[in-house]
């Protein structure tokens, strides 16, 4: 495209590719917005869903000419909803793309090996805009920074509840610090206290959450997790919580024999997957950690006998975190 705005040529095709829906939505408001600054966008814009549009829907659109601007923008949602056939249409347009449209495709996942992807990537060394989620352990410190753009600041405690909350969905922590921003009066910092008053829970605690509680013995804390795990069965949460004490028991006996470092290989684990156990397998006693099974091996035959599946879960795990 012969175009060029703020010293940079417009590439004919770009995707957007990742699990972040935020990110996505971003990539697209900021090319809509260069692209405004050219002509009326407005009259030059077309979105289609990739579950719902054909091939030749995103090609007519493509190779309509502009209105009262050099350049028009297409932006295809789900681009790796469409049909094969549809695909094909749209790398065959991107060998000879018209020269007055910006094609936006968006996509959660779309594979390097598909002629689609190689399509796009061909348009030149900026056409695809990777857009994958931060790590949950980012994530507090991301919603810090989003909320300045609300013209907020959050405590930490209150990033991590809202997170904790609200979930790991960007555009959903979006949405929210939206409602604490317009609901929060005063210069000082959004506090937990806030959060939770102003925040509705709509995630379940992940296991691997409840998981870490029990292998810090914070009881407190464990409990109230489980109590916010309404569809996790006790069957499987007693399997993950074995699974977690064989491995504290092995974490254990590695340290004691002078070798700490070889817990992640003695796992077949990453090291950041376990850089926690050395010091949860310190807040037990061997026999404290040899007693949590043999109560689990009882609770796993009691609950096959018929008992309250719920209580003997519940029992089991209290004995584990109160001390002995």
Request: proline letters at 3%.
């Amino acid at each position: 495209m012969a175009t060029k705005q703020t010293g940079k040529q417009l590439l004919p095709a770009y995707a957007a590719i990742g699990s972040d829906a935020l990110k996505r939505e971003t990539v697209a408001g900021r090319l809509r917005a260069r692209l405004q600054k050219m002509g009326d966008v407005s009259f030059n814009y077309e979105e289609f869903d990739g579950e719902q549009c054909t091939g030749a829907d995103i090609v007519a659109a493509c190779n309509t000419i502009p209105f009262a601007s050099p350049v028009r923008m297409v932006r295809v949602k789900s681009a790796e909803k469409l049909r094969k056939v549809d695909s094909e249409e749209v790398v065959a347009y991107l060998g000879s793309p018209s020269d007055t449209t910006v094609l936006l495709l968006e996509a959660a996942s779309l594979s390097k090996a598909t002629r689609l992807y190689k399509a796009i990537a061909a348009c030149g060394s900026e056409a695809i805009i990777e857009c994958e989620a931060p790590k949950k352990r980012d994530l507090p410190n991301l919603v810090r920074s989003m909320a300045v753009g609300h013209g907020v600041t959050l405590t930490d405690g209150a990033a991590r509840l809202l997170v904790e909350l609200a979930g790991e969905d960007t555009v959903r922590l979006d949405s929210e610090l939206g409602k604490i921003a317009l609901a929060h009066n005063g210069n000082d910092a959004v506090n937990e206290h806030e959060v939770s008053s102003l925040v509705s829970r709509t995630t379940e605690v992940s296991v691997w959450d409840f998981l870490d509680t029990m292998s810090a013995r914070n009881a407190k804390r464990c409990l109230l997790n489980l109590s916010l795990m309404p569809s996790a069965s006790p069957n499987e949460l007693l399997s993950r919580c074995i699974g977690r004490l064989r491995e504290l028991i092995c974490a254990k006996a590695l340290i004691q024999r002078g070798q700490p470092r070889m817990i992640a290989s003695a796992l077949s684990k990453k090291d950041w997957q376990v850089k926690r156990h050395a010091e949860w397998a310190s807040r037990f006693t061997e026999e404290e950690l040899r007693s949590a099974l043999l109560r689990a091996r009882d609770a796993e035959l009691a609950i096959k006998s018929g008992a309250n599946k719920e209580d003997v879960f519940k029992d089991w795990l209290l004995s584990v975190l109160i001390r002995s």
